[in-house]
Every structure is written in C-alpha cells, then in structure tokens.
C-alpha cells in the first residue's frame, strides 16, 4: 500500500492511479505528517473508489478531518462532470435532508 501512496509536500499525500482498479484520477488527501498518523486505511480506500466514478474532475480530494463514512469518505471533496459524471448522496451527506 505504501508504494502507491506518496508524500508530495508537507501538507498532501497523493494516492497514485494504480492503488484501486479503475481509478480515472488521482487522489490526494490534505494532511500534514502529524495528522497523518491517525489516518484511517478505509477513509484512504474510499478516497480511491472515488476516483474510479464516471466524469470525476481532476482527483478525488480529502480534508485533513478525512475519516471513514457510508462509502465516500467523510471530508471528502470530488467534482464530476455535468453530463457524464453522477450525484453522489455519500458525497453530500444523509443526514442533510
């Protein structure tokens, strides 16, 4: 796993294209050395399911608070195209209503 997730300055960590089958962009968490301690294996995995979703943007993004939800990872940010990408409702929250 860590082959596949690199420090790219201070304050990201980027999740190369090959870590999950089928990513179409990269991923790239906000998080500083110490907080990086305290990362969740299942936030960083859901980063990376992410950015395998039809007309994603650029990269699967996460906030330095990233931990784990319902299949999109809390704190996490990702932008889709407006004719071939999806609304994700784990990407707005289920308790917004």
Same mark, same amino acid.
């Given at each position: 796993?860590?082959?596949?997730? %690199? @420090?790219?300055?201070?304050?990201?960590?980027?999740?190369?294209?090959?870590?999950?089958?089928?990513? @179409?962009? %990269?991923?790239?968490?906000?998080?500083? @050395? =110490?907080?990086? @301690?305290?990362?969740?294996?299942?936030?960083?995995?859901?980063? /990376?399911?992410? /950015?395998?979703? *039809?007309?994603?943007? %650029? $990269?699967?993004?996460?906030? *330095?608070?990233?931990?784990?939800?319902?299949?999109? $990872? =809390?704190?996490?940010?990702? /932008?889709?195209?407006?004719?071939?990408? =999806?609304?994700? *409702?784990?990407?707005?929250?289920?308790? =917004?209503?």
């Amino acid at each position: 796993m860590e082959r596949e997730i %690199k @420090r790219i300055d201070e304050c990201r960590l980027e999740i190369s294209q090959g870590f999950v089958r089928g990513m @179409r962009v %990269k991923g790239i968490i906000y998080v500083d @050395r =110490i907080l990086e @301690r305290f990362l969740e294996e299942g936030s960083v995995r859901q980063v /990376a399911n992410v /950015a395998t979703l *039809p007309g994603i943007q %650029k $990269a699967s993004l996460a906030m *330095p608070d990233v931990h784990t939800g319902y299949g999109f $990872a =809390i704190g996490g940010v990702a /932008a889709f195209d407006t004719r071939e990408g =999806i609304v994700s *409702p784990g990407g707005v929250g289920y308790d =917004i209503n």
